[in-house]
């Protein structure tokens, strides 16, 4: 089993991954930031975390939470079979629940998980960073409707969610924010101080 198996698979049962111009994005910010430490909000089946680790040749640590038990272990069982448990740490929690409690500082945090939650996913995303940390979000333009009138009622709390998640960034002065119009939207949020 590679990294290429394990999306082929992830794109078969329909779950969910990281989109390859995303990941582009995401392999340059890597490259240039060297983290030691990554905090991942939404694990699926581990691909992203795989990748991450691959482009910095296995020097991170990550921990990376996953709601959803089975997508969890699948991730974790993805992870063993490419011999990097040494490296990815899998959380099975609520990421709602469990952020809270984690007291480590990350280098990078990305955050792909429930699109309603991303207010207090960047809530605890700012208080485990620091000077020099970067938070990227996925999927924040979310179809186009985040950015657009349209408000079917089942895509409501998502659109709400990403909305206060943008303004909360705007208005923070600590933070720098890009919105890069790749994949279903990315914004790359550096922390200044």
Request: aromatic share 6%; glycine share 4%; with cysteine.
């Given at each position: 089993?590679?990294?290429?198996?394990?999306?082929?698979?992830?794109?078969?049962?329909?779950?969910?991954?990281?989109?390859?111009?995303?990941?582009?994005?995401?392999?340059?910010?890597?490259?240039?930031?060297?983290?030691?430490?990554?905090?991942?909000?939404?694990?699926?089946?581990?691909?992203?975390?795989?990748?991450?680790?691959?482009?910095?040749?296995?020097?991170?640590?990550?921990?990376?939470?996953?709601?959803?038990?089975?997508?969890a272990n699948e991730a974790i069982n993805n992870i063993?079979?490419?011999?990097?448990?040494?490296?990815?740490?899998?959380?099975?929690?609520?990421?709602?629940?469990?952020?809270?409690?984690?007291?480590?500082?990350?280098?990078?945090?990305?955050?792909?998980?429930?699109?309603?939650?991303?207010?207090?996913?960047?809530?605890?995303?700012?208080?485990?960073?620091?000077?020099?940390?970067?938070?990227?979000?996925?999927?924040?333009?979310?179809?186009?409707?985040?950015?657009?009138?349209?408000?079917?009622?089942?895509?409501?709390?998502?659109?709400?969610?990403?909305?206060?998640?943008?303004?909360?960034?705007?208005?923070?002065?600590?933070?720098?924010?890009?919105?890069?119009?790749?994949?279903?939207?990315?914004?790359?949020?550096?922390?200044?101080?």
């Open positions: 089993m590679n990294i290429e198996e394990i999306k082929k698979e992830a794109l078969k049962q329909h779950i969910p991954i990281i989109m390859d111009e995303t990941l582009e994005v995401i392999k340059k910010v890597l490259i240039e930031k060297q983290p030691k430490r990554i905090l991942e909000i939404g694990t699926a089946t581990g691909y992203s975390s795989l990748c991450f680790a691959n482009i910095l040749n296995n020097q991170i640590y990550i921990d990376t939470i996953e709601l959803d038990e089975i997508r063993k079979q490419l011999g990097l448990e040494k490296c990815i740490n899998v959380i099975k929690a609520n990421a709602v629940e469990v952020l809270p409690i984690l007291n480590e500082s990350y280098d990078i945090i990305f955050i792909d998980a429930a699109k309603g939650k991303y207010p207090i996913f960047l809530k605890e995303a700012i208080r485990l960073s620091h000077k020099g940390s970067v938070i990227l979000a996925d999927n924040i333009l979310y179809k186009g409707y985040v950015m657009s009138d349209y408000n079917k009622h089942k895509q409501r709390t998502a659109v709400k969610g990403l909305r206060e998640y943008l303004k909360l960034l705007e208005e923070n002065k600590e933070f720098e924010t890009q919105l890069i119009n790749v994949g279903d939207g990315l914004t790359i949020s550096n922390r200044r101080n």
